[in-house]
């Protein structure tokens, strides 16, 4: 068969597609009439679509649910400055936020005071002195020597500690994933210092609460937990200490992002915690 | 979707939602998260890629509420934003030295099929629509994008043009390079399954 004028164009397929004036398509409709290949390759975008078409279409997430889509869509545009409005979703939430960070901070502070009490009793009582009385520390094993607090009761409390640890920190890994999140999805070629100032600001405000979670992390031997924080705490820092107008600076915080696995890290450490 | 918007147009939801209505900006979303989740998909291939981009896409609208231009199609502004979230997506998840969709891309992604199985192992095992979804997937990411958004969306090629910000020449030879690649997946499909398909 020989190559038909038409071979290398895409008059064919804006033939099917009716893109073509009237002129052009009245040319290509008489070049089908005698050339077999290109009526072939106008069979084929029939065929085409008639086999797409029996393809299940992918409109919404699985079984039809978009309530998950919808709050976490919530979750991620309440911390977006709004355009305009004088009191903003994101000043609620903050709000929010800061009456359950004192809640939560005042648990962990309550915890930790209670481990050390509790370490400082082990160092001078029996074993069996050490009682939970509630969210208790395991004690560090150098503060009791020998003779460790293995009891069931110690075991509890020390169990019971971690766990609240792990679920307080999970919640402001979920706070700061949209941050990082914000960090990590922008261009740094289309972004000007105005467009991340905001999350550069929020950076700031996470960072104390990194640091404090980083060092009862570590302080507890929860070692992931202390992992993620200090990864975290370096890009908060790095955010915001930059003054965001180099389009190098935003890069940086990616690299730091991608290099450390951050976001993954956060996952994991979010889902250990039933979050 | 909030009853009291169904009869509201879109270019006044947006003003809405850009003056702090939150119910106006969710009606927005309902009304059109069907669609993006529709591209998404077909960009991505599975459901997870799929949700997070349009979570971005829903996200960059809300951000760009009060710079949407009244006198502008507002799914041709969310067009453009669905394909940035998705180049966006690809560019973060691929390696380095992915091409942007630019024109001075075009040959190269062009020539830069994504990975996966083959249409001929596909051939063996399915029908030929899934043959087809496959190679789609495989497309490269401007191919697929134009491909969807004319082929599955039912757009002009002028006004994927206009939501790309694209020459519509560019859009004609990624369509025609990506019915190309279809097509001969198509004739391979043919071959390997004895014509059945």
Known sequence: ?275 | MDVGYRATVDSDLIARAAAGDGPAFHALVERHRAMVYRLAFQFAGNHHDAEDIAQDVFIKVYRSLDRFRHDAQVTSWLYRIVMNACIDHRRRSAPAGWAPFTEDAELRMANTPEDGPGPEEQAYGGQLGEVLTSEIARLPPGQRLVFTMRHHEGLKLSEIAGALGLAEGTVKRQLHAAVHRLRAALTSARVTTGGRA
């Open chain 1, 1 to 275: 068969m020989n190559a038909c004028e038409l071979l290398d164009t895409p008059d064919v397929e804006l033939y099917y597609y009716d893109e073509l004036d009237p002129e052009d398509g009245a040319r290509v409709a008489a070049h089908l009439r005698h050339c077999a290949a290109c009526r072939q390759r106008l069979d084929d975008l029939h065929a085409i679509r008639r086999a797409l078409a029996s393809a299940p279409a992918a409109e919404a997430p699985p079984a039809d649910d978009w309530s998950g889509f919808m709050r976490r869509l919530d979750e991620a545009v309440g911390l977006e400055r709004p355009p305009s409005g004088v009191r903003t979703i994101l000043e609620r939430h903050a709000g929010q936020w800061r009456a359950r960070h004192l809640v939560a901070l005042a648990a962990l502070f309550a915890i930790v005071v209670t481990g050390v009490i509790m370490a400082a009793r082990v160092r001078s009582h029996r074993p069996a002195d050490v009682v939970a009385g509630g969210a208790v520390t395991t004690p560090p094993a150098s503060a009791h020597g020998d003779s460790s607090p293995d009891g069931p009761d110690a075991k509890s409390a020390g169990a019971k500690g971690e766990r609240a640890l792990r679920e307080v920190s999970a919640e402001h890994l979920e706070r700061s994933k949209l941050v990082v999140l914000g960090l990590a999805g922008r261009d740094p070629h289309e972004t000007h210092a105005a467009d991340w100032q905001f999350e550069r600001q929020l950076a700031g405000t996470l960072l104390p609460e990194t640091r404090l979670y980083r060092l009862t992390a570590q302080e507890r031997g929860v070692n992931d937990v202390a992992r993620v924080m200090r990864d975290l705490e370096t890009v908060l820092i790095e955010a915001s200490m930059s003054d965001g107008r180099d389009q190098a600076s935003l890069e940086r915080v990616q690299r730091l992002i991608a290099r450390r696995g951050l976001v993954s890290k956060m996952q994991i450490v979010a889902s250990s915690a039933g979050l």
